[in-house]
């Protein structure tokens, strides 16, 4: 596609139930990131794909958030046993590497609400 | 450390020009930038500096490094109401992790 495509745009879900956010990179993007934006918190790091691999996990904030990312292109956050503190915009970043500006693109993001 | 810190609420009456500050922390930092996120929307990039540089002027947007205080700022000339959104300062080490700071929301006012 033109764009970062995310997936689903909202999502409404009950605590403790699993969720997973997809994230369709721009073709031939081979660096992926996530980040969480929650109100008034700014845009926290989350997990940075190289490839298919992560160098970079230090941003998950607890061992229920995971990611993958399989032939180097779409990408799944999965949270699971969903918390109210997990609410937020899920955003997803691709880039081009080696990039002039190391410019990301954004998607629109996920946006999770936990009841 | 890798801390980007930014002063959250701007407000300024259009026509007048708005300056949005950045501190970071990360000295090997080698691209600093400025992204714009519009209400609903997701962040775009507005300008980008290298860390060698001292200034960077391009069109109605000024941005100026201070690399021995380790601070940023963006400044709107002659501010318009499409320019209320949220500013982002980002700081990247080469490619890898780029970290931004908790953004600016700029309040245009009529």
């Known amino acids: 596609g033109a764009g970062v495509s995310q997936s689903p745009s909202n999502k409404v879900t009950e605590k403790g139930k699993d969720v997973e956010l997809r994230c369709d990179p721009i073709?031939?993007?081979?660096?992926l990131y996530w980040y969480r934006q929650s109100l008034g918190q700014g845009l926290e790091f989350l997990i940075y794909?190289?490839?298919?691999?992560?160098?970079?996990k230090s941003g998950l904030p607890s061992d229920r958030f995971s990611a993958e990312r399989t032939g180097g292109s779409v990408s799944t956050l999965t949270i699971q046993r969903t918390q109210q503190e997990d609410s937020a915009v899920y955003l997803c970043?691709?880039?081009?590497?080696?990039?002039?500006?190391?410019?990301?693109?954004f998607g629109e993001g996920s946006r999770l609400t936990v009841l | 450390g890798e801390d980007v810190e930014q002063s959250l609420f701007l407000s300024v009456r259009e026509g007048d020009s708005s300056v949005i500050n950045c501190t970071y922390t990360?000295?090997?930092?080698?691209?600093l930038y400025w992204y714009k996120q519009e209400p609903g929307a997701g962040l775009q990039l507005l300008t980008y500096?290298?860390?060698?540089?001292d200034m960077k002027q391009d069109q109605r947007l000024t941005v100026l490094l201070n690399k021995k205080d380790k601070h940023l700022s963006l400044r709107i000339a002659d501010t318009q109401t499409g320019d209320s959104a949220i500013y982002f300062c980002?700081?990247?080490?080469?490619?890898?992790?780029?970290?931004f700071g908790t953004g600016t929301k700029l309040q245009v006012i009529p």
């Open positions: 990360d000295s090997s930092s080698t691209y």
């Open positions: 794909f190289q490839g298919n691999s992560a160098p970079d």
């Open positions: 980002a700081e990247a080490r080469g490619y890898q992790k780029v970290t």
């Open positions: 073709s031939g993007h081979t660096a």
């Open positions: 970043a691709s880039s081009s590497l080696p990039g002039q500006t190391g410019e990301l693109f």
């Open positions: 500096i290298f860390s060698n540089m």
